[in-house]
């Protein structure tokens, strides 16, 4: 089994993302028209590299969460380019892990539904979550995600893994 359990959980700038997928190949071609342009290169080149550059950080730039099984150590992070940035505490000793599920409008959880018009309120998706709890009522970590394969899986590993009970709360427990 992996010692490290690692989870993107959402990105950094939300739905400007999907800008990245539009300054990514603008970039491309502000700064290949150099070539073929006679303006100034230098500031083409720069003009497309800037774009490209935002494009990426756009695309790559995300929340995430990590357990160090091995270490006993938790983190959340934030990615920038590939490089993690946060720092590690000390694994608490969680008591149960708890998959709950609930409804929410799909525009809360940053799906892309173009089947509704905008006089009408977004469409309701399942949201499932994977609560980590010690001893406080609350969760002290959340995971969550769209996909009941996924939290199902999840929520077995992390129990497993954390060797404490497992809690399927979904209104389609198995």
């Known amino acids: 089994m ?3 359990f690692d989870r993107k959980t959402d990105p950094y700038f939300g739905s400007l993302r999907y800008l990245g997928y539009l300054l990514l190949p603008a970039g491309i071609i502000v ?14 080149v720069s003009v497309g590299g800037l774009l490209f550059l935002l494009g ?4 790559t730039t995300h929340h995430g969460f990590q357990i160090d099984f091995k270490n006993r150590r938790v983190r959340e992070y934030l990615t920038m380019f590939g490089v993690k ?7 608490p000793q969680f ?3 708890v998959l709950s599920s609930n409804l929410a409008p799909a525009d809360d959880h940053d799906h892309a539904h173009d089947h509704h018009h905008d006089d009408q309120p977004a469409p309701l ?4 979550t994977v609560g980590l709890y010690s001893t406080s009522p609350e969760a002290d970590f ?6 009941q ?3 199902l899986k999840t929520l077995h590993l992390l129990a497993a893994k954390l060797g404490v009970p497992a809690e399927d709360r979904t209104t389609a427990a198995r």
């Open 149 to 151: 394969q996924d939290a």
């Open 2 to 4: 992996q010692d490290l």
């Open 125 to 128: 998706v399942t949201w499932y």
């Open 95 to 97: 008591q149960k892990v």
């Open 31 to 44: 700064a290949g028209t150099a070539l073929w342009l006679e303006a100034d290169a230098v500031q083409l």
């Open 85 to 91: 940035s946060g720092n590690w505490v000390p694994l």
């Open 56 to 59: 990426l950080l756009f695309q």
């Open 142 to 147: 959340e995971l969550r995600t769209g996909h």
